[in-house]
């Protein structure tokens, strides 16, 4: 009865903040299985009002779906299969949406909700949501497929804000994306649904999943890599289980950006030519060092120098860094970056050597490992690694510590190449091939593998009065390395002994007094010249 009622009566709903919808829920419907199970879902139609509404756009002629067979080779178009589609009103959600119907599919499109809780103050001018609504409900509109809205707020604050938080808190620098395809688009919004009994749940990722054909499906579903390198999302994919895989389709996973900017021109979607969006989902408009500061606080603590252990400044708290950071430190002289963070002390060391051949690191831990299959790979001595999104791999091995009195396994990696990129928080995620098969969160650098922090920086760091110190040094540039004899060639130095080839060279040209060079270059050609005329006459 609820569950029929509900579409009545949601209307009732819209003003109310969830607890005190859950409450008025619960008052209707005492005897409801699962309330909040059915509570979750409300027909888009009910939740925007007539003035948002977005023009309709006509349905494309049937015949489009005949050009689109190359593109349709990740969307299981031989099969007849009723798909929930996850659809967030950007253009990769929306031309997932578009492959699966074109493919044959029974789609439902789902718009996850997940706005703060009561008690934190709304930045906005309008709800940051409604515009990926309007878009949703549009291209939806277009080949009549049903638009149900999610309502997560609490998951998504239990299970992803709440722990970046206290990740930043203790210091290290989590990775949302990956918390949030864990725990909410594959966890809590697939625990919602999963009364309604959907063949497989979809989404605009740029990954490809390989499930086994009918006859072997006791055998696992793999990820792979996407067709789009630069776009490929196996990185924030990497942490989910087998159970979540086996559920779940990616039509974008054999396309490039490019191919889907195309194919949502030629779909005449409403939202074709809207950007990529970036950041993190839930902040908006809002900065996260503001987000940060709302829910941590501000400390004001010292920067010093990892080489010299000098004053250089201040900080408004560790919580704002991350190690190789370089940007709201407000140093002259720079580029400076975060090398270190003493937790404890609220220090943050920099260095302008980050990069310096000797401080490049190649083995570091991972804990809370998660293998896509349940089991570490056989072969752990040639792997490939990513330590962040984007192109880039690095040739790795593990050694495996097993867990002792109840302990984690740790992963000892080894890179093949230098690596200072490497974030106490951040996920490591590692590939054989083209396949994923797992990852887990670096752990803090052992004692003798972080960045060198000289004895004078960390005894600074421990003092507990530390406006002893005094005001900041003056900050110096930082020199140039001097050219040699042997950098120069009849007067031309040569590139490769500068460090800043191109540049330097010309800055110690244009150090050259006028004086020295009016007399180095033309009163020897006039001498030569001499000479030539001369022997002519």
Known sequence: ???????????????????????????????????????????????????????????????????????????????SLKVAVLLSGGVDSSVALRLLHAAGHSCTAFYLKIWFQEDFENFWSECPWEEDLKYAKAVCNQVDVPLEVVHLTNE????????????????????????CNTRIKFGAFMDAISCMKFDYVASGHYANVVHPSAGEMDKDSVLELSQDMVK??????????????????????????????KLATKFDLLNKQRKDSQGICFLGK?????????????????????????????????????????????????????????????????????????????????GSLKWLNGFPPNQISQLQCKVRHGPGFRNCSLIMEPGAYGHEDVAVVHLSEDDQGLAAGQFAAFYQGRTCLGSGVILESWDDQ?????????????????????????????????????????????CGGLKHSGISAAKQRMQVSQGEAITRFPVNWLQKFREKWLHIF
């Not at 087998?242 to 396309?255: R, V």
């Open 1 to 79: 009865m609820a569950s029929v009622l509900l579409p009545y009566i949601s209307s009732i709903y819209l003003p109310l903040k969830p607890h005190q919808i859950l409450k008025l829920h619960l008052s209707l419907f005492p005897h409801s299985p699962n309330p909040a199970r059915t509570l979750f879902l409300r027909p888009l139609s009910r939740c925007c009002s007539s003035s948002s509404a977005v023009p309709q756009t006509p349905h494309p002629p049937n015949s489009i779906n005949g050009d689109l067979g190359p593109y349709l080779s990740c969307s299981m178009p031989h099969q």
């Open 156 to 179: 998504y604050w239990k299970n992803v804000v709440s722990y970046i938080i206290e990740e930043y808190r203790c210091g290290r620098t989590p990775n949302p994306d990956v918390l």
């Open 232 to 261: 490929d999302q196996t990185y924030f994919l990497s942490h989910l289980s087998q159970a979540q895989l086996k559920q779940l389709i990616f039509p974008l996973g054999c396309l490039s950006k490019d191919e889907v900017r």
């Open 286 to 366: 809002i900065k996260f060092s503001e987000f940060i500061a709302r829910h941590i606080g501000e400390k004001e603590g010292i920067i010093l120098e990892a080489e010299t252990g000098d004053l250089l400044g201040t900080h408004r708290g560790f919580w704002f860094y991350t190690i190789g950071q370089r940007q709201g430190l407000r140093l002259p002289g720079g580029p400076w970056y975060v090398v270190e963070k003493d937790i404890k002390n609220n220090v943050v060391f920099v260095s302008r050597n980050y990069f310096s051949v000797d401080k490049r690191r190649r083995l570091f831990r991972v």
């Open 450 to 494: 972080g960045f060198p922090v000289c004895a004078r920086a960390l005894e600074i760091a421990r003092m507990e009065d530390k406006s002893l110190l005094g005001r900041p040094v003056k900050i110096k540039v930082k020199p140039e390395n001097p050219i040699t004899e042997s950098d120069q060639v009849d007067g031309m130095e040569l």
